[in-house]
Nanobody, 119 residues
């Protein structure tokens, strides 16, 4: 059974930091591109960051570039999103997504973890 389980969300003050984790099971993690998306209240889901499966190439949206870092540990079947300098526009539900490197139709989503930025 395929599972992506996000954790690490919570309440943080502006300027603070959080690290999200996405634990994967039920598929060959190393064959998948891992991404983090977020969906704020009343907003569409948007891509935040992604990391490739082999070369670990990363991509970031302009809104988080320089503040967020995506990483993965294939031995632990886990992807991470380290978020620093959190801003009032960052609160959202953060979702983890896995897409097979060569077969885009093979994709999985987690249930999300909520991030709240408030003083």
């Amino acid at each position: 059974q395929v599972q992506l389980v996000e954790s690490g969300g919570g309440l943080v003050q502006p300027g603070g930091s959080l690290t999200l984790s996405c634990a994967a099971s039920g598929f060959t993690f190393g064959d998948y591109i891992m991404s983090w998306y977020r969906q704020g209240s009343g907003k569409e889901r948007e891509l935040v960051a992604s990391i490739s499966s082999g070369t670990y190439n990363t991509h970031y949206s302009n809104s988080v570039k320089g503040r967020f870092t995506i990483s993965r540990d294939n031995a632990k079947n886990t992807a991470y999103l380290q978020m620093t300098s959190l801003k009032p526009e960052d609160p959202a539900i953060y979702f983890c997504k896995a897409v097979h490197t060569y077969t885009a139709s093979r994709e999985y989503w987690g249930q999300g973890t909520q991030v709240i930025v408030s003083s």
